[in-house]
């Protein structure tokens, strides 16, 4: 969505968007809830680098220190399953 296309569906000048994006000017509350129901993204995310968001199909998202933690354990899970498999082709095998 283009800057102008924002600030006419948020009923603002595009001048005024542009202050804002160039942190020249506060925000009220209610325009920052205005922007993320338009975007259709949540509130926070006005305020967080992209790279640090990630969406799963859903549009859930998870944050970097959250994909972590979710990284840890799916890589323990595996690791698990993994010995698991291994556990039963040297039993198939005897």
């Excluded at 924002?6 to 202050?19: F, N, P, Q, W």
């Excluded at 922007?35 to 199909?57: D, H, S, T």
Aim: aromatic residues 8%.
């Amino acid at each position: 969505m283009s800057q102008e296309q924002l600030s006419e569906k948020a009923d603002i000048s595009a001048k005024h968007l542009s202050t804002i994006e160039r942190g020249l000017t506060f925000v009220s509350a209610d325009l920052l809830e205005k922007f993320a129901c338009l975007l259709e993204i949540p509130v926070f995310c006005l305020f967080v680098n992209e790279q640090e968001v990630f969406y799963n199909e859903k549009g859930v998202f998870y944050s970097d220190a959250e994909l972590s933690k979710i990284n840890m354990i799916v890589e323990k899970h595996l690791a698990g399953a993994i010995e698991e498999i291994k556990a039963d082709i040297r039993r198939n095998q005897s």
